[in-house]
T-cell receptor, first 115, second 110 residues
Framework: ETGVTQTPRHLVMGMTNKKSLKCEQH?????MYWYKQSAKKPLELMFV???????ENNSVPSRFSPECPNSSHLFLHLHTLQPEDSALYLC??????????????FGPGTRLLVL | EDQVTQSPEALRLQEGESSSLNCSYTVSGLRGLFWYRQDPGKGPEFLFT???AGEEKEKERLKATLTKKESFLHITAPKPEDSATYLCAVPQTGANNLFFGTGTRLTVIP
């Protein structure tokens, strides 16, 4: 595997389900990000981790719970989601943070549909 | 407040018809401007980073330029495989992340 991988690629869940999204980066980077991309809207940052420590939480509802066990893996745990949470969830990584100046490399995304 | 505005929202070109996409920005001290390409249902793919006014970078049929207020992505003699959404982004003031525009959806017709 190379670059940034995400699983699953597609997910359909009910509002009462609990599921997790997984991201793995094979680039030796130290920072990882979760973004949400909805139709006709710009990418929306959710969380940033640097060396496993959360550095940004962009006022994300508690039904989204991130976990970063090491610099290569990032999870997004989902529970009691709402239909408006349906979107493409993107993971990215960068060498460091550098105030956002580091190039971010994205995974292919997980297309989530909440029924 | 940081702002990134991309225009046009959508652009249709005939194969070989050159054009430019615009990204205008407002930030407290530019620390870089990033261009990405995104194909439908996929993650953004990094293209270029520009750091100072006057800087230019090229990759195949794409050339990115930067001024103090905006960046242009020039597409020369585009091919159908250049069809994608092109995103620009700047480091957000006081934060460790990129602030993205809504993108320009480019369609190149054979």
């Amino acid at each position: 595997e190379t670059g940034v991988t995400q699983t699953p690629r597609h997910l359909v869940m009910g509002m009462t389900n609990k599921k997790s999204l997984k991201c793995e980066q094979h680039l030796g980077h130290n920072a990882m990000y979760w973004y949400k991309q909805s139709a006709k809207k710009p990418l929306e940052l959710m969380f940033v981790y640097n060396f496993k420590e959360q550095t940004e939480n962009n006022s994300v509802p508690s039904r989204f719970s991130p976990e970063c066990p090491n610099s290569s893996h990032l999870f997004l745990h989902l529970h009691t989601l709402q239909p408006e949470d349906s979107a493409l969830y993107l993971c990215a990584s960068s060498q460091g943070l550098a105030g956002g100046q580091e190039t971010q490399y994205f995974g292919p995304g997980t297309r989530l549909l909440v029924l | 407040e940081d702002q990134v505005t991309q225009s046009p929202e959508a652009l249709r070109l005939q194969e070989g018809e050159s054009s430019s996409l615009n990204c205008s920005y407002t930030v407290s001290g530019l620390r870089g401007l990033f261009w990405y390409r995104q194909d439908p249902g996929k993650g953004p793919e990094f293209l270029f980073t520009l750091y100072s006014a006057g800087e230019e970078k090229e990759k195949e049929r794409l050339k990115a330029t930067l001024t103090k207020k905006e960046s242009f992505l020039h597409i020369t003699a585009p091919k159908p495989e250049d069809s994608a959404t092109y995103l620009c982004a700047v480091p957000q003031t006081g934060a460790n992340n990129l602030f993205f525009g809504t993108g320009t959806r480019l369609t190149v017709i054979p």
